[in-house]
């Protein structure tokens, strides 16, 4: 039963397309992975990745960005060790409706490269059937990450955390919150709190419909950069909204209706 994975990349980023913090960068790398079953539930997976960066075209950056280069260089290699461990007791994988999913992770940037960085991250999420066709979900992220050894900064800009759209705070627009550069665009941070809670309902048709259910959310969420400031809860921005998931032929599909709940003023939301 045990998995293995090989992986290999070429990557070119263009941040300010996506509306955040402007860096340009082009990365390539490669990696292997195995996942290896402990027990009925129980998944354990370790590999190792490499990659290499390069940022390009920092004289447009934020001054946050441009220090980082100064500091540390626009070239960078980083040998990575991953670790995780899953139990995964969901009835089935779509449209599970009892059991959890529980997923704690590493990721290190070992020291022979020129990157030194740990980010933590913990992921669970759990399903409650409250009748045959309604479903209770609940379910959060936590993730941490930092430097060490001689990098500069907490973590490089194309390995923070960003929160907001559809994957973590609906409502508000993708990767938006937490802290801003100079020019009020997104930067990430190193820390990322993020909850939902969602009651699922049966799809409008009856017997019928068992490719499409509707939910109504609750999510929480935030990004904070624990350098220049605490992780304060009073920051987390909430936000709700009906949903409509559909498994299609082609693969699953999720449209939202989402409402921001306490958005401030330099908040982007949709």
Same mark, same amino acid.
């Given at each position: 039963g045990v998995s293995r994975s090989l992986n290999f990349f070429y990557r070119t980023t263009d941040a300010g397309q996506a509306s955040l913090s402007y860096y340009a960068s082009d990365a390539y790398g490669a990696g292997i992975g195995f996942g290896i079953p402990v027990a009925e539930f129980d998944t354990v997976r370790i590999g190792g990745d490499y990659e290499h960066t390069y940022l390009k075209n920092v004289d447009a950056s934020s001054q946050q960005i441009q220090d980082f280069v100064a500091d540390n260089g626009d070239t960078f290699e980083a040998y990575?060790? +991953?670790? !995780?461990?899953? /139990?995964? !007791? /969901?009835? /089935? $994988?779509l449209f599970p409706s009892a059991g959890q999913l529980i997923t704690l992770g590493t990721e290190v940037a070992l020291p022979a490269g020129s990157l030194q960085y740990y980010k933590l991250n913990y992921r669970h999420k759990a399903f409650f059937p409250l009748s045959e066709s309604v479903t209770l979900t609940g379910g959060g992220e936590l993730s941490y990450g930092h430097s060490y050894g001689d990098l500069s900064g907490n973590l490089p800009p194309f390995e923070r955390y960003y929160a907001g759209g559809a994957r973590t705070v609906r409502g508000f627009r993708a990767s938006s919150? @937490?802290?801003?550069?100079? $020019?009020? +665009?997104? %930067?990430g941070g190193n820390a990322r709190i993020v909850g939902n809670l969602e009651l699922i309902l049966p799809g409008?048709? @009856?017997? +019928?419909? +068992? !490719?499409? /259910?509707?939910g109504a959310f609750l999510d929480a969420g935030n990004v904070y950069d624990t350098d220049s400031d605490k992780v304060d809860l009073v920051e987390l921005r909430y936000a709700t909204g009906l949903s409509l998931?559909?498994?299609?032929? %082609? @693969?699953?599909?999720?449209?939202?209706?989402?409402? #921001?709940?306490? #958005?401030?003023?330099?908040? !982007?939301?949709e």
């Open positions: 990575k060790l +991953n670790t !995780s461990w899953t /139990r995964d !007791s /969901r009835n /089935r $994988f919150l @937490g802290p801003k550069d100079e $020019f009020d +665009n997104p %930067v409008p048709f @009856g017997e +019928n419909s +068992n !490719s499409i /259910r509707l998931y559909w498994m299609t032929p %082609v @693969g699953a599909m999720t449209f939202t209706l989402a409402k #921001a709940l306490n #958005a401030k003023s330099d908040d !982007s939301t």
